[in-house]
């Protein structure tokens, strides 16, 4: 059911008195408000900038201009925000502006803050110093030239047709004949294709391994027109998965309302996501999730007492952590090898904790698997066991010019100690290659 709301209607203008400013000066902001209504009304208007914070009361009839005096203390890239709002305290209308910073070399400026897609954007660049000049290559949405630059520069591009709303950044950069280079920067706003995901909601928040799941979705536009929507689902180890695109129509008058069914095939247990996206043939407009769990018995992790075991007389002790209710098999993997298995009986969070034996020395990779109807759920985590050992490398090299004139070769052989710690006496053996040594 639709129905008609008779509320606050306001036309609101604002503008800055200059296109930059540099630190230490003062903005003068105006606010032009109007509105159809014959009815006095009671509001007041707000600005806010960097730790200023001004209001001002108006009762409006007809048509009413405000000004506030903005003190620029620094300017660091952030907007100036202003707001219409009811004396009850409701906002009506809320909206932003750049304050530009004049460049220490170079100065860009255009003739609006605020563009269409398809607008013509017209650009100028000077120079803050006499005499500047070199190459420019000059940069913007879908756009690039380069140019012969001296002191300043008008130039002109039009933005694409399509172009999602957002912020834009047109930049210039300026090599000179000594190589010396400078680059400026200008923001921009694009009031292009606007898609919000108001609701993504699924039918269940648990869902067995081949469940069919069921997802509404509330999408809001400014632009009617239409789209596709395709879908993939994320595992707990990121795999992605497709689960589909079907095609939509969005809606600039209303929320469009929209219901698509997911076929779910996984073999990992625990939390998964929902990913979408929403497309104007390659051009994203919008993305989010939604997240679901998958199966009865979830790892939560694993991990040993220490990250690095100096000796190698030391005890590993693990910890492994899981949630579950029902009973699971619990596997443990050192380096790809089995090294222990049982069954755990789980019912809400518990831990379980084991001791290794038998390691060897070096860098070591623990896994643990608990497996239940099917699935897997996988958690690893690494160790290093006897770090202060010592760590012997050998390397054999030989020369062919070093043969002598009874034809016997020189081998040079040495031995690398890339441990924390001296080696104990060591016997060095050299054996004969079994195949000839031909020097030519």
């Given at each position: ?21 540099t ?7 105006t ?92 650009v ?9 000049s ?33 912020t834009?950044s ?10 010396t ?19 993504c ?8 391994s ?20 395709k ?21 600039s ?8 069914n997911?076929?779910l ?11 979408y ?13 939604e ?58 969070f ?21 497996s239940?109807?099917?699935?897997q ?35 040079t ?28």
């Amino acid at each position: 059911m639709k129905y008609h709301l008779s509320g606050i209607n306001l036309n609101v203008n604002a503008s800055l008195d200059k296109q930059y400013y540099t630190e230490g000066e003062t903005a003068h902001l105006t606010i032009n408000v109007q509105s159809p209504n014959p009815n006095p009304q009671a509001l007041f208007a707000r600005v806010n900038y960097k730790g200023y914070e001004n209001q001002q009361a108006l009762t409006l009839n007809g048509s009413q201009t405000l000004t506030f005096d903005i003190p620029l203390a620094q300017i660091t890239g952030e907007k100036l925000f202003y707001g219409i709002y009811h004396e009850s305290g409701r906002s009506i209308h809320l909206n932003s502006l750049y304050i530009y910073k004049a460049g220490d070399t170079i100065t860009i400026t255009t003739d609006k803050q605020v563009y269409n897609p398809a607008e013509i954007v017209n650009v100028v660049i000077s120079s803050q110093q006499s005499a500047l000049s070199g190459t420019m290559t000059l940069t913007g949405p879908e756009y690039s030239d380069t140019f012969a630059f001296l002191e300043t520069a008008l130039k002109s591009f039009t933005l694409p047709s399509v172009m999602t709303a957002g912020t834009y950044s047109i930049i210039a950069n300026l090599t000179e004949a000594d190589g010396t280079s400078y680059t400026e920067t200008h923001s921009i706003d694009i009031s292009g294709i606007q898609v919000k995901v108001l609701e993504c909601k699924n039918d269940k928040g648990k869902y067995a391994s081949s469940d069919t799941i069921t997802t509404d979705f509330t999408i809001s536009s400014n632009t009617t027109m239409p789209a596709t929507l395709k879908a993939w689902i994320v595992d707990p180890e990121g795999k992605y998965t497709s689960a589909g695109e079907s095609s939509i129509n969005l809606l600039s008058s209303e929320s469009l309302l929209f219901t698509d069914n997911y076929s779910l095939l996984t073999v990992v247990s625990g939390i998964h996501r929902l990913v979408y996206g929403i497309y104007s043939g390659d051009l994203l407009l919008v993305s989010g999730s939604e997240a679901f769990d998958v199966g009865d018995a979830v790892l939560l992790g694993i991990s040993s007492d220490k990250p690095d075991y100096p000796t190698n007389t030391e005890a590993v002790n693990i910890t492994v952590s899981m949630f579950g209710t029902v009973d699971a098999d619990l596997e443990l993997q050192l380096d790809g090898t089995t090294v222990k298995t049982e069954t755990v009986s789980l019912n809400g969070f518990s831990s379980l904790n084991s001791e290794l034996e038998n390691i060897q020395p070096g860098a070591h990779i623990l896994k643990a698997i608990l497996s239940v109807g099917g699935l897997q759920s996988t958690k690893e985590t690494s160790f290093i066991y006897g770090s202060n050992l010592p760590d012997l490398i050998g390397r054999v090299s030989v020369e062919p010019s070093a043969i002598s004139e009874d034809n016997k070769l020189n081998i040079t052989a040495t031995v690398t100690n890339q441990g924390k710690f001296p080696a104990t006496e060591t016997a060095l053996a050299l054996s004969q290659l079994p195949q000839l040594l031909r020097i030519i």
